[in-house]
């Protein structure tokens, strides 16, 4: 068998893009990966065209010689849109190789250890801030409405959710805004901004005396109101705080539900400090990649659950960062804010590890994600059953990619408003 071409597609979900590998062979077999950059969506493609020498007439069987020459290749440009772009390769080699023998990825790998996956509801009230138009629901405006969301999740049997911090126009604040909007002020927060701190100001917005701590436990408490106590709730802080500020938000939340508060940064002793200064599990590591990468926020104990994205990194660094944290009495969590070929990828590594904590899923998302998989995924009390199928377990359909292209020029989501 051999690789005969390899097609990239940047699909536009809404408001950020997702990018796509499909590898064709000359034996009829086709393999999909997913590989993700929001912010830089052709880098990635553009870097998986400059690996296509390395790939055509190759035989997509021999994974392990094609990922080292891939790796070899951008040895000088470690991690980043590099090992991003191989991952989105490696992944549509393990569909094919799976597709090859007709047997799922993890039984590649030795088979399940289990046979359903535990999954959080995630950008939990965060989409529908922000997309509520593009999701079909009502915005969130008030309290009440975010009580009520607490009371749906629960009500359709999830257990835990995962939200972000969401300032609303009755949130507790001197300068209360004029509408909803989801504060992400590590990811640019315009002229003026004071980065990573409670007292954030900005010329949009700004935030007086701890008063961000405020907003984000009446926001917090609202979903334990609503969801009755049923749910755990996690808190994704993103990038957004530094280490005194994690620690005053934490402590501001140890009475309420929490499944962890998740916060993302590249400094193992700052983050070592968070977590020894509260009771609250601390969540982290989306963004590494690799054991060399992982291996130092492990040593120092900086993290309580390990989250891995498969998408960022590949499966084999993924496997290997999970057995690592096994080896560190952590567990993990897969980073899974993609489409549901990501979905699928995670649930087979779910599958072939012991230490995973749960899964990530985003719920309120665009209307065609089940349609690229060939309809909905069953989810019951927050519980989605393992695939069966060969490969990553899905049939991927490309018109679906083809019908919601990326405009080219068109600016990600993830800004501050
Ligand atoms: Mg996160």
Redesign the pocket.
């Known amino acids: 068998m051999k690789i005969e071409a390899i097609n990239t597609y940047v699909v536009d979900a809404g408001w950020r893009p997702w990018q796509f590998t499909e590898i064709i062979t000359d034996s009829g077999i086709t393999g999909y990966g997913e590989m993700s950059d929001g912010r830089n969506p052709w880098g990635i493609v553009g870097t998986v065209e400059d690996f296509k020498p390395l790939l055509i007439g190759k035989d997509p069987l021999n994974i392990q010689s094609i990922y080292w020459d891939l790796q070899r290749m951008a040895i000088q440009s470690r991690g980043g849109i590099a090992l991003k772009a191989i991952a989105g390769i490696e992944l549509a080699l393990w569909d094919i190789k799976g597709k090859y023998h007709k047997v799922p990825v993890y039984d590649l790998f030795g088979g399940k250890l289990r046979d359903k996956q535990k999954i959080y509801w995630s950008h939990c009230g965060t989409s529908r801030a922000r997309s509520y138009e593009q999701l079909g629901v009502d915005p969130l405006n008030s309290r009440q409405d975010i009580i009520n969301l607490g009371k749906e999740v629960a009500d359709k049997g999830y257990t835990s959710l995962k939200t972000n911090i969401i300032v609303r126009p009755d949130s507790p604040l001197t300068n209360q805004p004029e509408s909803t909007y989801v504060f992400f002020g590590g990811f640019g927060g315009g002229g003026g901004t004071t980065d990573q701190g409670l007292e954030y100001t900005s010329e949009n917005q700004t935030f007086i005396n701890y008063e961000l701590i405020d907003v984000i436990e009446d926001h917090i408490s609202a979903l334990q109101e609503g969801s009755n106590g049923k749910v755990t709730i996690g808190l ?1 802080l ?1 990038f957004n705080f530094k280490p005194q500020a994690v620690k005053k938000i934490c402590k501001a939340l140890e009475k309420y539900n929490m499944m962890w508060v ?1 916060i ?1 940064m590249y400094e193992p002793d700052g983050l070592r400090e968070i977590t020894d200064s509260t009771e609250i599990p601390i ?1 982290s590591g ?1 963004n590494l990649l690799g054991i060399t990468d992982y291996r130092p926020y492990f040593d120092k104990r900086s993290m309580d659950v390990a ?1 891995i994205d498969i998408p960022w990194q590949g499966f084999i660094n993924a496997k290997e960062v999970a057995a690592l944290a096994a080896s560190h009495q952590i567990n993990v969590a897969p ?1 899974n ?1 993609y489409s549901h070929l990501s979905t699928m990828i995670s649930l087979n590594l779910c599958a072939n590890i012991p230490n995973v904590r749960i899964m990530e899923i985003d719920i309120d998302d665009v209307e065609w994600k089940d349609e690229m998989i060939g309809g909905p995924l069953k989810i019951i009390n927050g519980v989605v059953d393992i695939p069966e199928g060969p490969g990553w377990g899905v049939n991927i359909d490309t018109k679906v990619f083809e019908d919601h292209a990326w405009q080219q020029g068109k600016g990600p989501g993830y800004t501050n408003k």
């Open positions: 994704d993103n998740e993302d969540t989306e989250m980073h804010y």
